[in-house]
């Protein structure tokens, strides 16, 4: 995959909108050129009055309406940067999240999660200024100095040869302040990470920090973050807010510099020297170089910004992917088995071996119960039965199929999982059983729900499956129904049950396993429980335990 995104990006969203990348272009391009002129009429002007002749009308109207055209053709290349640059960072969020969906199951547990959100929003926000304020832009400011400091040459060459010699040192400033800006604004991107991390790892604590009295802890740790990040943005203000009057005083300085040389007659007169029109548009010319120099000192720290957010988006990127499948034989057998383990071997650290040479057969429309302790890798094998992570050794089969080999728009169509806890989506009551899945019909919702018996409910709502969702309009059983209607609604071969009835009492309990009946006939069902149920005569499994945990 190639990581430069920004590159890739920026191809694809002229590949797909070239008539707003021609538009761009020839809008930057106009409005360079509409700044150039309006001195150049103002000087002749000004030369017609102080030679006493009489002054055209027109040249006046033309003034003032390439001044107005000025401003236009700069007001519509902002506008047609931003959009750009939406679009580029569109591409962006769709390749990240193309991404998302090759990553392993082990970089969601290992990554924190306040870090990838803050790529998704912060970094993603500081690329498009890179365009909307940023790259562009400082190319367009960079064609508008070049093309003044010509005009100043050919105007006055001493004040072009003192631009000159200003320009490298403005220059080596210049990239003094991009190292110092980039330095704060890594550091700042840090710190923002470590503070969204800390905030949901908070709050699933609460309770438990409450109880021991550790809030005062916790609020420390975040000031620290968030002073951390405080400091960073500070150091980066500080180099902005003092290039400005730099940039300002220069432009003064040559100026005065310009007028007394001019003034001492002689030789300088006619190096300096130049007529009251002239000298009325170069100074306007000297105003208007040091202000794209200006703009770019901004455009510099936005491209400074985009950068650590870049380098943090291609990290993201250049995370190791799901292994590619190993099928090693395309011959199958001719009734495979549903499930198949076969001398199992998987941890989740490399010293600690969670499944020692588990072997496991279940065949079609059987029903299996997995029993065993706390941490003797029950969830463990639903994870690897989901294809979620690679065996270290042995093989993990589906219908003769390797698990890791089967694609993801084919495993919601052949495993229903079931949850010990209801993960609700925003949006309706036919999105917590759709999940957004088109293909899946208003009907097979109905369906799953009347197999659940949970459909009578939901149709006395007055919206029905249209209805927003919230947890008040349930009880816990009849969360755990709509859990159950949310696995079978694409008609699965495969149930996965994970210690669906643990925190039920007695009455729901017997509620939820009479629609667990109906929802696992001609399925086959591999169960989770510390206690033996009768799930329509099934078989248990004792997993035994190992020296490490899940």
């Avoid at 150049?40 to 030679?51: F, H, Q």
């Avoid at 991107?189 to 309770?207: E, F, Y």
């Avoid at 703009?295 to 590619?324: D, T, W, Y």
Wanted: overall charge neutral.
């Amino acid at each position: 995959m190639d990581h430069n995104v920004v590159l890739r990006a920026a191809k694809e969203t002229i590949s797909r909108h070239g008539k707003l990348t021609v538009l761009l272009l020839f809008t930057v391009i106009c409005s360079i050129a509409a700044g150039l002129i309006p001195p150049l009429v103002l000087e002749r002007i000004i030369n017609t009055l102080t030679e006493r002749s009489d002054l055209s009308l027109l040249a006046v109207i033309l003034y003032f309406v390439l001044l107005s055209l000025s401003g236009f053709l700069d007001a519509g290349k902002e506008s047609l940067i931003t959009v750009f640059g939406q679009k580029v960072t569109h591409q962006i969020r769709r390749i990240m999240c193309q991404k998302l969906k090759s990553l392993p199951a082990d970089y969601y547990t290992k990554q924190d999660t306040g870090t990838t959100v803050s790529r998704f929003v912060g970094d993603v926000d500081t690329i498009e200024t890179l365009f909307t304020s940023g790259i562009i832009s400082m190319a367009a400011d960079a064609c508008q100095v070049f093309s003044i400091l010509a005009i100043i040459f050919v105007k006055s060459p001493g004040l072009g040869v003192l631009m000159v010699l200003v320009l490298p040192l403005l220059y080596l400033l210049t990239r003094a302040f991009q190292k110092r800006m980039l330095a704060a604004q890594l550091d700042n991107r840090q710190a923002v990470g470590r503070a969204n991390n800390h905030i949901p790892d908070t709050l699933r604590s609460i309770q438990t920090l409450h109880n021991l009295n550790k809030e005062n802890y916790m609020e420390k740790r975040y000031d620290t973050f968030i002073q951390e990040g405080f400091c960073a943005v500070n150091r980066s203000s500080f180099y902005d807010a003092i290039y400005s009057p730099i940039i300002i005083t220069v432009s003064t300085l040559l100026i005065a510099v310009m007028m007394i040389l001019s003034a001492r007659g002689g030789w300088f007169m006619g190096f300096f020297g130049m007529s009251v029109g002239t000298s009325v548009a170069v100074i306007s010319y000297v105003g208007k170089i040091f202000g794209p120099l200006e703009s770019i000192g901004m455009e510099i720290q936005n491209i400074q910004s985009a950068a650590a957010g870049i380098r943090r988006i291609n990290a993201f990127l250049s995370e190791p992917e799901k292994e590619h499948c190993t099928e090693k034989s395309d011959r199958k057998p001719s009734d495979p088995p549903a499930i198949r383990l076969q001398n199992l071997h998987f941890g989740y650290e490399p010293d600690k071996e969670v499944l020692q040479g588990l072997t496991l057969t279940v065949n079609p429309g059987e029903h299996i119960t997995l029993i065993g302790r706390t941490g003797a890798g029950k969830s463990t094998v639903f994870k690897l039965l989901l294809g979620l992570y690679e065996p270290w050794d042995g093989t993990v089969e589906i219908y003769g199929k390797n698990a890791g080999c089967i694609q993801e728009d084919e495993r919601r169509m052949l495993f229903g999982y079931v949850e010990q806890a209801f993960h609700a989506v925003p949006g309706s009551i036919l999105n917590q059983i759709t999940l957004g899945d088109p293909s899946i019909s208003r009907e097979q919702v109905q369906n799953a729900l009347r197999t659940v018996n949970l459909w009578n409910t939901i149709k006395e709502f007055p919206a029905g499956l249209d209805t927003p969702y919230q947890d008040s309009l349930f009880s816990r059983g009849q969360i755990q129904l709509l859990s159950i209607a949310r696995a079978i609604v694409s008609d699965p071969q495969i149930l996965l049950l994970d210690e669906i009835t643990a925190n039920l009492d007695t009455d729901t309990e017997q509620r939820v396993l009479e629609a667990l009946q109906a929802a696992s006939c001609n399925r086959t069902m591999l169960s989770i429980s510390h206690r033996l149920y009768e799930y329509s005569g099934g078989s248990y499994i004792t997993i035994p335990s190992s020296a490490a945990g899940e």
